[in-house]
């Protein structure tokens, strides 16, 4: 086979990336191999992302998208990966929400979460808000392919005003891992995406204190407020809702380890 030809499952270049990706510690690396050898145009490609994965780069970083509730998301380097866990997130609201839904996504990273709902309902009006500029980019040509609408800022302030009062879904995937531990991360992670999407203050709580105390005013009657936490920050989570106004509800899915709050808008 010329060196120039795309490799394929049989090509020694493939078998190779297997023993590099071993090597390094990946628990997957035939699947991750196969992933990598369908990114290469050539074995001197594949040479290429599977040093890169071997230096500690997120494989979804490596070749540029994950997979998220059926969906293949475009993820760019620095870029929080969505996780799958925070599907369990994405099918509750999904359970609960009408077509034609105003969904905001918060803190939206790669807006994998308000593309998942979007797709899922089949007609939604999206959008999309996160502070890190690299985020937002990269939430512009996942949400923008849905037609939905990405916004540059810190929380609510990016919001238009008009989405004031009229919020039926408000996703917020907000960082809850508390600072003092945010350097116990895997590498991957503490690393490869960045911090403002992982530190979450002192208990991890800081970000969705804000979230809570404003999702009254940008809901609308009947709207929801959704958002991960972990097991343990659920009472004081679910305090921050209750100060907040809202009604609380803990859904979890012991199939994906994920803990969501769904926060009902309590006047209505």
Not at 158 to 169: E, K, Q, W
Not at 214 to 221: Q, V
Request: hydrophobic content about 50%; aromatic content about 4%; charged content about 25%.
């Amino acid at each position: 086979m010329p060196s120039s030809a795309r490799p394929d499952a049989d090509h020694p270049a493939c078998a190779d990336a297997v023993a590099r990706l071993r090597a390094a510690g990946c628990v997957f690396a035939e699947e991750e191999a196969e992933l990598l050898v369908a990114a290469a145009a050539t074995p001197a490609e594949l040479d290429a992302l599977v040093a890169r994965r071997v230096s500690g780069l997120p494989l979804e970083h490596v070749v540029g998208w994950a997979e998220f509730a059926g969906l293949r998301v475009a993820v760019d380097p620095r870029v929080f990966v969505p996780r799958r866990r925070t599907e369990a997130l994405v099918r509750e609201a999904a359970a609960l929400a009408a077509p034609g839904a105003v969904v905001v996504d918060l803190c939206c990273g790669s807006g994998a979460l308000g593309a998942a709902l979007a797709t899922a309902l089949g007609r939604a009006e999206l959008h999309a808000a996160d502070i890190d500029p690299a985020a937002v980019a990269c939430a512009r040509r996942n949400v923008g392919a849905l037609g939905g609408h990405v916004h540059e800022g810190d929380l609510y302030a990016a919001l238009p005003a008009a989405l004031r009062g009229r919020t039926d879904i408000l996703l917020a995937n907000v960082p809850y891992v508390p600072s003092g531990e945010v350097a116990l991360l895997p590498a991957e992670a503490r690393e490869h995406e960045a911090r403002v999407a992982l530190d979450g203050g002192a208990d991890g709580l800081d970000v969705l204190r804000r979230v809570t105390a404003e999702a009254p005013r940008w809901l609308a009657p009947g709207g929801l407020l959704l958002f991960e936490t972990s097991e343990r920050q659920v009472p004081a989570a679910v305090a921050a809702v209750t100060d907040a106004g809202l009604a609380p509800r803990v859904v979890t899915d012991e199939e994906l380890y994920a803990t969501v709050v769904v926060a009902r808008r309590a006047d209505a």
